[in-house]
């Protein structure tokens, strides 16, 4: 645990608010003012911190201290399994902190302990983008969390061992296993992916890609949230095609890796021309400086083509509880609304939120191209989509351990059924 006085530790405070993944590290930041008024005192646990995200945070804090003498933020964060652990223990005993992040599947955890503010009064809900505001509306109306970014998933490629191939880039799932199946002749496994996040992605774009490019999705959310059907049996077809992979994956190799910190460092040696990940992995596998050209492309998961698998991402909540529920309110309303907010988004290789950046959302990395062709031609989805009222993300990754483990189809299959029967 470290602290960080004034200024420079509110600049590094806010930076794991928004969306990207930080260090293993936990880390304490307060910022202060020197005004001599009675002052209001938040503090802010999260779960993203990095140092390329300072520079943005700290234009933004500053100004806000400016703004708000009186207010002080401390902020903390944690990285890994273990900030969920501790978060669950600060609200569950009546200590949580004013402001957190959260994923999905514990916001419906925590919107039905009480423990999520409705955040509807913000008047920068009115400057999201109407696909966002879709995802972040509940079916009552009622809105917990406010989004940072839109963030997607990518089949990383590396070019030079596709040219010395003769190996085009794939475009549907054919063409993937057609190529994997040829680098994998040399007895070396082409594909690089982690432990939770890559085949669980697979399993959710495999499945229901159809559903946004037919403009179904009402249909598919109601088929989850009714239970029309047993989830495996929706999720038939993404659990295929990620059981189909394994033959091209290293799966013990990566069944130790760590999302987010494992598989871009083993992508970073050349010798895998294929991983699946978030694209915000882009600039960490960057500074790597591998020594090969590499791009990113939206996932050949149709039969008939590709698809850029999205994700509305870092949940930031207000805690109902807090002593300080407006001043709370207020401060994440200016975040959103800074004119330097979307910077951040950038900086992770992802996409804005606010209307705003609607006309500004390409990326200059060329390595990006392939996704802003798509994001662009809307030849997108989104996963897991909030509307769903699953687990999904829980479950798709405890699937996608049980599928690199060796575990048969029907245990895969009890994963995704467990706690979710089909209504009578």
Known sequence: MKVWKACSCALLALGLVLQGCGGDSARTKTM?????????????????VEARDVAVIEDILNDYMKANPHVSITYESLKGAE????????????????LFIVD???????QK?????????LPAMKEYLPQVIDQMRWEDGSIYYASTSISAFALFCNMDLLKEKKIEVPQNFGDFKKACAAFSANGKKPLIVNQD?????????????DYYTQNKTEALCKAVNEKQQPMSKLLEAGITKAMELTPYIDTQKCLTFEKNKDEFKEFAKGEAPFMLTGAWNNLRLAKLNPKFEYALYPYPIKDDGNILMTNVDTRM???ANSKHVEESKRFLNYLLQSDKFDKFAKSQSSFGVLKGTKNKQEHSDKRMAAINE???KENTMIGSDDRIKYPMWTKGWAASKAILAGS???????????????AK
Not at 32 to 48: A, D, M, Q
């Open 32 to 48: 202060t003012s020197n005004k001599n008024k009675e002052k209001v005192v938040l503090t802010f646990y999260g779960n993203k």
């Open 83 to 98: 900030y969920y652990n501790i978060l669950d223990k600060r609200l569950d005993s009546g200590n949580g902190d004013d």
């Open 104 to 110: 999905h599947d514990r916001l419906l955890r925590y």
């Open 113 to 121: 302990k009480g423990y999520v503010a409705k955040l509807n009064d």
């Open 197 to 209: 996040l890559s085949l669980g992605t697979v399993i959710i774009a495999g499945s229901w890609h």
């Open 317 to 319: 909540v207000v805690n």
């Open 374 to 376: 798509a994001y662009a």
């Open 408 to 422: 048969d189809r029907k245990k895969v299959e009890k994963i995704f059924d467990a706690d979710s029967k089909q």
